[in-house]
């Protein structure tokens, strides 16, 4: 087991997400986190979780189409390129893609993306990843098209809970048939920690998915680290769903 965690399966959920609801992030503060290096969310080694269940999320399936939402510079967009999927990304802050390319040395070039005023591609020359900088809710299929495999992690517990429900809408038109979806909440006490990352109860998963796909909740495992006891938490849980989606 890569994560090397206790299986915290038992552990019960807070249901009260009351004093995070209208806590907003702007666009701006996101940018300047990125400028000012504030980007502890950033996994230099990839995240263990989706080592762990790529199966699930491939299914034996190969050459498949992944979506990062809100992908920051993530480390797994390479390694799944690297497998031979092709991978879509959309990121507001342009110097993460930037850094995502210099970082892995991959040559890469950048197009303007004529429907969506402002926007560019920033593409790999090998032409196996294209990451969109712009805001997620500006993309649609007719722009990237419709996803085999969505990796979500760091992207719904990073958007506003007052556009929670636009997110997931605008999530469930990019999904093609018989697609799959990981995706990786994290738990807390929100009455203790204003987030980002925000606390979203699987009961809240239910009700935003739960009409258009199957929901199997694969794992809780205990991420507690010196950052949340400085968050004033006693403790914090990542949690990884795969949704289904049927033919
Ligand atoms: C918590 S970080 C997670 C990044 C990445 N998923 C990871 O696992 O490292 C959230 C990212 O979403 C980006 N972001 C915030 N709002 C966005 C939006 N509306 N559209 C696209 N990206 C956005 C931020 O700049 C930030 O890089």
């Known amino acids: 087991m890569m994560d090397g965690s206790a299986d915290m399966s038992s552990v019960l959920e807070c249901s009260d997400t009351g004093s995070q609801k209208d806590r907003v992030v702007t666009e701006e503060e ?12 950033h996994k ?16 034996g399936r190969s050459g498949l189409k992944i979506f990062f939402p809100l992908c920051g510079k993530a480390v797994e967009m390479k390694w799944l390129a690297d497998m031979g999927h092709s991978v879509v990304g959309v990121e ?27 926007a560019k591609v920033l593409q790999s020359t090998s032409g196996n990843i294209s990451l969109y900088c712009c ?3 500006d993309l649609s299929s007719s722009i990237v098209g419709k996803f085999d495999g969505v990796w979500d992690r760091g992207a719904l517990v990073a958007v506003n809970p007052c556009d929670r429900q636009r997110y997931v809408s ?25 987030g980002p990352p925000f606390y979203v109860p699987e009961s809240e998963i239910k009700s935003l998915f739960g ?4 929901i199997k909740c694969l ?23 795969i949704l289904k989606f049927a033919a």
């Open 30 to 41: 996101w940018l300047q986190k990125w400028e000012t290096g504030n980007i502890g969310f």
């Open 44 to 59: 230099e080694h990839g995240h263990p979780l989706l080592q762990k269940y790529l199966d699930v999320l491939l299914n």
């Open 92 to 118: 507001v802050s342009e110097q993460a893609l930037k850094d995502f390319f210099t970082e892995h040395n991959l040559p890469y070039f950048e197009e303007p993306v004529p429907e969506i005023s402002g």
């Open 135 to 137: 805001s997620i809710y």
């Open 170 to 194: 605008s999530m469930i038109t990019l999904m093609e048939k018989k697609s799959s979806y990981l995706l990786v909440t994290v738990s807390y006490d929100p009455s203790k920690h204003k």
């Open 211 to 214: 009409n258009h796909c199957e």
């Open 219 to 241: 794992q809780k495992v205990d991420d507690f680290s010196d950052k949340h006891r400085e968050w004033g938490l006693d403790y914090f849980l990542e949690v990884i769903y």
